[in-house]
């Protein structure tokens, strides 16, 4: 059984990543369809910077960050069926990740991959649902066409180049540094772009063969709109994942000459509906190839006390693939 108080990471204020500071609460209790998750490792997101910033999550959520860990099954709620105490998983949780427990879906409860430990399987979850949600099902990208991810070594990035290589779609990543280029292309992308020295329309123009990119990832938000749409295939994609940065703002005849879908998600606002999709997808199409052909790139890994450390590198941008938080017992 589990004790009673755990150790967790509380949001005290508002701010930066001093107001980040380890607490005493309550282990949650399971209801049903839940299992309790003795966490080894946590997942650091920008969504956990955001929610830091801000001082809050989502309604109805724990106020504790943290959206995947990899750790043991303690106790299985009513009605839970694949799981027991004792075995060791990886989760997309709502919220809870930053602590010593932490509560899951029993249908957003994977397996680790064979071949896996936890700290790699805990990298998984969010950088790999959202990659699949917004460069598959949102983007629909298919084999033999091009995507421009933007921020191709953050740890969606990292992702999703694996992802389309493995569905047979060529990959142009947009990037910071020489380090981070050799990363990206390292993992299939066929040329990596400094956007500081570089103008990257034109060298999707250049990498496509004047084509342009069939799907855009942009972790940037409306900054890059008109470029994007300049750089963007007739009857291209693009996908956001960040509303930050100025508004949407382009001629509204650019999106009619290239036929151009814009879209956009967030994920953990998502229903649980799409998010049990997601994980059925990714299942059959992806967990197969885990640890041969896609495997998450891990930057760093900082003990759960030190997670504004792990903020303020995250915010840094320094950072390659994901950063993890080990939790101690």
């Not at 004792?86 to 249908?107: F, K, M, S, T």
């Amino acid at each position: 059984m589990p004790p009673s108080t755990m150790t967790a990471i509380s949001i005290v204020r508002a701010g930066g990543p001093e107001v980040l500071q380890s607490d005493t609460r309550p282990v949650p209790q399971a209801g049903a369809g839940q299992v309790l998750l003795k966490v080894s490792y946590a997942g650091v997101n920008r969504h956990d910077c955001g929610q830091r910033s801000r001082g809050s999550g989502p309604p109805g959520a724990t106020d504790i960050p943290g959206l995947e860990v990899a750790g043991e099954v303690v106790v299985a709620g009513a009605g839970v069926t694949r799981w027991q105490a004792g075995d060791r998983v990886c989760a997309l949780v709502n919220g809870g990740g930053y602590a010593q427990y932490c509560i899951a879906q029993e249908p957003l409860t994977m397996p680790i991959p064979t071949g896996f430990d936890l700290k790699h399987a805990a990298a998984l979850p969010e950088a790999l649902f959202t990659a699949w949600l917004n460069v598959f099902m949102l983007g629909r990208l298919k084999a033999g066409e091009w995507l421009l991810a933007h921020g191709g070594s953050s740890g969606v990035g990292t992702m999703a180049i694996q992802l389309a290589r493995l569905e047979g779609a060529s990959v142009v990543t947009t990037v910071g540094n020489h380090a981070k280029a050799e990363v990206c292309r390292r993992l299939g992308a066929a040329r990596a772009i400094l956007y500081r020295e570089e103008d990257f329309v034109a060298c999707v123009k250049e990498a496509t063969g004047a084509r342009g990119a069939d799907v855009i990832l942009d972790m940037v938000g409306g900054t890059y709109a008109k470029r994007n749409l300049e750089a963007l295939a007739v009857d291209g994609r693009l996908v956001h994942l960040s509303g930050a940065g100025s508004e949407f703002c382009v001629p509204v005849s650019a999106i009619m000459t290239k036929r151009a879908v814009v879209t956009g998600s967030q994920l953990r606002a998502s229903p649980l509906s799409l998010k049990i999709e997601i994980v059925r997808q990714v299942m059959e199409r992806v967990w197969p190839h885990l640890g041969s052909k896609v495997a998450p790139i891990v930057d760093s890994i900082v003990p759960l006390a030190r997670a504004p450390d792990a903020h303020a590198r995250m915010e840094s941008s320094v950072h390659i693939g994901k950063i993890l938080l080990e939790v101690a017992h």
